[in-house]
């Protein structure tokens, strides 16, 4: 079965410093999408950053990139000149299809991101 | 532009009552649905998912059932509610197939006592 593992519930960083949070998942599937999601304390989920495994290439969205280790099955996400509005729970989520013919997330249990002024 | 709506946004309700949160998307078509629970300092589980009208597939056996009488509606019912349905319940929608993401919209938050 499809796990998604984070490691570090809560993480801390200075403003304008650089954090990186990790994520490794199990799966015996070859293609795949992983996705980063971030809930600032109004509990709206907005993606961050989506990768797809047959890309070798590490997905950017301007402050936010991934290291993606697919032998390692490791996605980790690193945010750059962190900034206040970045403090958020973080979630990793695994794409998967199912038997019904949808697709659903497997999510990690979250990390929780502080960014001190 | 594609919006999802949820109602209500928190609801606090006694252990034995009926349940109804609505989820409605708007701007597209023959989306798949889901329903998530968050419980507090976890991740999200998913409960329920659609593909179609009438088409709910369940993952996990619980209290709670869904419904989807239209194209982009979404229901997430309890006949009785149990002190352990508290939680935070967010619906989903996506499009089908390929590489897209999960829309979430703005969750319910529900208080069972």
């Known amino acids: 079965a499809q796990t998604v593992t984070q490691s570090q519930p809560e993480m801390s960083v200075q403003e304008a410093e650089t954090v990186t949070l990790s994520c490794t998942y199990d799966?015996?599937?070859?293609?795949?999408?992983l996705f980063w999601y971030k809930q600032p304390p109004s509990r709206q989920m907005i993606l961050v950053i989506r990768q797809e495994a047959y890309k070798q290439q590490n997905a950017t969205e301007n402050r936010f990139s991934v290291n993606f280790q697919k032998a390692a099955k490791s996605f980790s996400l690193k945010i750059s000149d962190s900034q206040l509005g970045d403090a958020a729970m973080y979630f990793c989520?695994?794409?998967?299809?199912?038997?019904?013919?949808?697709?659903?997330?497997?999510f990690g249990k979250g990390t929780k991101l502080t960014v001190n002024p | 532009s594609q919006t999802i709506h949820q109602w209500p946004a928190t609801l606090v309700q006694p252990v034995g009552s009926p349940l109804s949160l609505e989820c409605t998307v708007e701007?597209?078509?023959?989306?798949?649905l889901y329903w998530y629970r968050q419980a507090a300092g976890r991740g999200l589980q998913l409960l329920f998912y659609s593909i179609g009208i009438g088409q709910i597939s369940s993952e996990v056996p619980q209290n709670l059932s869904a419904s989807r009488p239209q194209d982009r509606q979404f229901i997430l019912s309890s006949k009785k509610l149990l002190l352990s349905d508290s939680g935070f319940y967010l619906c989903a929608w996506s499009v089908g197939g390929g590489s897209n993401e999960q829309f979430f919209g703005p969750g319910t938050r529900l208080t069972v006592l």
């Open positions: 989520a695994y794409r998967m299809l199912t038997q019904g013919g949808s697709e659903k997330l497997v």
């Open positions: 799966t015996s599937e070859s293609d795949y999408y």
């Open positions: 701007g597209t078509s023959n989306p798949n």
